[in-house]
């Protein structure tokens, strides 16, 4: 069904430009950020290590394999993980265990617990939130 916003329009000056632009900046805010890498990377695989923020800065996503034993870290950068808090995430393990990254707000440092030798997925949606 069609509902025509002329008679609504007709009064204003540049009505349907100005709401159309506020809608725009509303849908540009959904859009996502280019992936970034995490920091440091010390005994991670590097190949599947990247965030993205969204463009209006309310929410994060991650993704991550990680192998080897788990005692691997890499850092996000402070402003971010200040958003974030003491965060844990959870992650599955090649051999369906679970395992999952700390990151730590003050540091922006990323730590990593696995219940075994097998790589290990994180995806993941994280709000972010100012303080």
């Known amino acids: ?18 709401i159309k632009e506020n809608f725009d900046k509303v849908n540009n ?8 890498q995490f920091l440091n990377l010390d005994g991670l695989n590097s190949n599947y290590t990247s965030y993205k923020i969204r463009n209006n800065g309310s ?10 034993d788990g005692r691997g870290s890499c850092y996000l950068p402070t ?9 844990e995430i959870v992650g ?3 051999n369906n265990n679970f395992g999952f990254m700390h990151i730590n707000i003050d540091t922006g440092k990323c730590t990593f617990y ?15 939130i100012e303080h």
């Open 1 to 18: 069904m069609a509902i025509n916003f002329d008679a609504i329009f007709s009064g204003m000056q540049n009505g349907p430009e100005k």
């Open 29 to 36: 805010g959904l859009l996502w950020g280019q992936s970034q």
């Open 59 to 68: 929410e994060m996503h991650i993704g991550m394999y990680v192998t080897g």
């Open 79 to 87: 402003s971010i993980a200040k958003k974030m808090g003491n965060t």
């Open 92 to 94: 599955r393990t090649d």
């Open 114 to 128: 696995k219940p075994d030798g097998s790589g290990m997925y994180i995806q993941a949606l994280v709000p972010l």
